[in-house]
């Protein structure tokens, strides 16, 4: 599958947002390269104008999905790391905890399974303190989260031994994580060390290359080892999707190079998983 806004122009010269002016079009677009899932994207700035925020919306949504025979599995939340919770202070932590289960709530109306909290940028997790204000509310939801059968992943930029302990506070019935494999590149971190550790949580992959240090780049040419990662996925038998979260088009020609990217990703699932 795909990330929503990868088949639209950049809005505000942003590699991700929420492709406002052209959301409708991305069905028919991935429909016609033989995309069958989309990872849904949720910005704080006009949240509640989201389509999947409202009834009408979600009515909407559905009947695209119909129409072009499109699945919805997943949500990347970066509302959540441009204005966490968990860093906020005693005015804003109330309203942006009712935002974190209003998002849930829409996604558990709209059929979508997976929230992806990204743990990561302004919503890294900088001490102990942010960290046991997002589990110990997380806890609070325990009961929510179970009744819409909903899985939250959390993406971060731990590194591996640190994401284990983080991850092992938090049940596996509820709780896993979104592997971004350039994200992990651009860190340096070693993939087999990371999936050998955190691979059973392991639920969602965002397909990225990054440089190390670097940015997103043309799938294949920065630092990501994808044989590896592939290799290693199959070994702990991983069963989750995998979505296009891929460098951007520089001449617009979105269509074209998300098919390139799927080729190349097609091409490994074929080596390694068939």
């Not at 900088?126 to 009961?143: K, P």
Request: contains cysteine.
């Amino acid at each position: 599958g795909f990330m929503q806004g990868r088949l639209s122009d950049l809005v505000l010269n942003q590699i991700q947002a929420f492709p406002k002016d052209n959301w409708e079009n991305e069905f028919p677009e991935a429909n016609s390269i033989g995309l069958k899932l989309m990872e849904w994207t949720l910005d704080y700035e006009d949240l509640n104008q989201n389509p999947l925020i409202n009834k009408a919306g979600r009515k909407k949504i559905q009947k695209l999905c119909e129409e072009f025979k499109i699945r919805i599995p997943s949500l990347t939340a970066d509302c959540f790391m441009q204005k966490p919770f968990w860093k906020s202070d005693s005015k804003e932590i109330i309203p942006l905890k009712q935002m974190f289960n209003k998002v849930l709530n829409a996604s558990y109306q709209l059929g979508i399974k997976i929230i992806v909290v990204p743990l990561v940028d302004n919503g890294r997790l900088e001490n102990s303190y942010q960290e046991n204000t997002l589990i110990q509310f997380l806890e609070e939801c325990f009961s929510n989260i179970n009744r819409m059968d909903l899985k939250i992943l959390f993406e971060s930029d731990y590194e591996p031994s640190k994401l284990k302990i983080f991850i092992d506070k938090l049940p596996n019935t509820y709780f896993g994580i979104n592997y971004d494999i350039g994200n992990s590149a651009a860190l340096g971190y070693d993939p087999e060390e990371e999936l050998n550790l955190i691979g059973s949580r392991v639920k969602n992959i965002h397909i990225k290359d990054r440089k190390f240090q670097g940015d997103t780049t043309v799938l294949g040419e920065g630092n990501a080892n994808f044989n590896l990662v592939f290799k290693k996925l199959k070994e702990i038998n991983f069963q989750g999707n995998f979505i296009l979260q891929t460098a951007r088009a520089k001449d617009n020609n979105h269509k074209k190079v998300l098919m390139e990217y799927k080729e190349f990703t097609m091409d490994l699932l074929s080596k390694y998983f068939v």
